[in-house]
C-alpha cells in the first residue's frame, strides 16, 4: 500500500511559477514510476508527465514539454512537478500517482492516488 500526499498549489498568474510535492508513505516508493495527471472541471483526468523509478527516464504530454520538469528525491520519498511559464489553459486539479510499470500513460493503468491539489492560472 502506497499513501500519496500532494501539496504546492495555488493562484498564479499567467507566465508564472509553481513546484508541486507529492510525498508517499512506504519503503516502495523508490520502485515505482510516478506519474503526474490533472483534471480541469468537466475534462478528462489526462496524462502530464512520468518519471522512472530511478529518476533518469522522464517523459511529458506535449502541452506541457519544455514548461514542466518532473524529479524525484527517493531519499525524501517525494516527487516533484516544476511548473513555468503557467498558463490559464493548465489550470486543473493536479494528481500524483504510482504504477509499477514504466511507459504507462493513462490514468486507469496506475494504482494508487494522491487526493490533488488545485493549480489556477489567471490570464
Known amino acids: 500500500q502506497v499513501q500519496l500526499v500532494e501539496s504546492g498549489g495555488g493562484l498564479v498568474q499567467a507566465g508564472g511559477s509553481l513546484r508541486l510535492s507529492c510525498e508517499a508513505s512506504?519503503?516502495?516508493?523508490?520502485?515505482?514510476?510516478m506519474g503526474w495527471f490533472r483534471q480541469a472541471p468537466g475534462k478528462e483526468r489526462e496524462f502530464v508527465g512520468a518519471?522512472?523509478?530511478?529518476?533518469?527516464?522522464?517523459r511529458y504530454s506535449d502541452s506541457v514539454k519544455g514548461r514542466f520538469t518532473i524529479s524525484r528525491d527517493n531519499a525524501k520519498n517525494t516527487v516533484y512537478l516544476q511548473m513555468n511559464g503557467l498558463k490559464p489553459e493548465d489550470t486543473a486539479v493536479y494528481y500524483c500517482?504510482?504504477?509499477?510499470?514504466?511507459?504507462?500513460?493513462?490514468?486507469?493503468?496506475?494504482?494508487?492516488w494522491g487526493q490533488g491539489t488545485q493549480v489556477t492560472v489567471s490570464s
Open positions: 518519471i522512472n523509478w530511478s529518476g533518469d527516464n522522464t
Open positions: 512506504g519503503r516502495t516508493f523508490s520502485t515505482y514510476t
Open positions: 500517482a504510482s504504477t509499477r510499470v514504466w511507459g504507462r500513460l493513462q490514468a486507469y493503468e496506475y494504482t494508487y
